[in-house]
């Protein structure tokens, strides 16, 4: 059964940095298209962004030029730099395979916020 464990997630001030962290379990981190997702209440989860096995990249337009994802297959993390923080991204951040097929995390909450 895979498991997925995020953290990293605090409050910040608009304008402000955090790195979040994915701890991937009981797959083949290497084989899958891994992905950041962030869910507000009442909203559908959305996608931030994507990365390859071989590290191709894909964000969306809310967030390009401004958050980083990046692996490390070695140690089965994913990770989220983000950087120039606005309110409009807090929100529960979670990881999953490209498609969110398997059992969400329990997620990390990024507040940003004065």
């Known amino acids: 059964q895979v498991q997925l464990a995020e953290s990293g997630g605090g409050l910040v001030q608009p304008g402000g940095s955090l790195r979040l962290s994915c701890a991937v379990s009981?797959?083949?981190?290497?084989?899958?298209?891994m992905a950041w997702y962030r869910q507000v209440p009442r909203n559908e989860r959305e996608l931030v962004a994507f990365i390859t096995s071989t590290g191709r990249t894909n964000y969306a337009d809310s967030v390009k030029d401004r958050f980083t994802i990046s692996r490390d297959n070695a140690k089965n993390t994913l990770y989220l730099q983000m950087s120039s923080l606005k309110p409009d991204d807090t929100a529960v951040y979670y990881c999953?395979?490209?498609?969110?097929?398997?059992?969400w995390g329990q997620g990390t909450q990024v507040t940003v916020s004065l």
């Open positions: 999953n395979m490209r498609g969110g097929a398997w059992d």
């Open positions: 009981g797959t083949i981190f290497s084989d899958y298209i």
